[in-house]
């Protein structure tokens, strides 16, 4: 049973950084593309940013020179490191991974199979 498990949220000022983690588990689960997504209050899930087993990433466009994406396929973990974060940024984090999700579905929300609980993020102004 695979398991995604996501750490690292919190309260931090505007500018500031946080680094999220999140490790994926089950047997032999080797996901092709692990990625974030984010849901604001009010606001739909929306895409972040993704990784495929390669190290190529894509960004949301607010976000693709503030944020950087890593994985180790070895461990079977993804980090997002947040630098000059802005109230904006504030929203419940998730960590996605699917095993056979194709590249143009990678801000698809709806091709991840597998999710993790969710951690918060709050900037304050």
């Known amino acids: 049973q695979v398991q995604l498990v996501e750490s690292g949220g919190g309260l931090v000022q505007a500018g500031g950084s946080l680094r999220l983690s999140c490790a994926a588990s089950?047997?032999?689960?080797?996901?092709?593309?692990m990625g974030w997504f984010r849901q604001a209050p009010g606001q739909e899930r929306a895409f972040v940013a993704a990784?495929?087993?390669?190290?190529?990433?894509v960004y949301e466009e607010s976000v693709k020179d503030r944020f950087t994406i890593t994985r180790d396929n070895a461990k079977n973990t993804v980090s997002l490191q947040m630098n000059g974060l802005k109230p904006e940024d504030t929203a419940v984090y998730y960590c996605?991974?699917?095993?056979?999700?194709?590249?143009?579905?990678?801000?698809?929300?709806?091709?991840?199979?597998?999710w993790g609980q969710g951690t918060q993020v709050t900037v304050s102004s």
């Open positions: 996605a991974a699917d095993p056979t999700i194709i590249t143009s579905e990678t801000r698809n929300q709806r091709a991840y199979k597998y």
């Open positions: 089950g047997g032999t689960f080797r996901p092709r593309i």
């Open positions: 990784i495929s087993r390669s190290g190529s990433g």
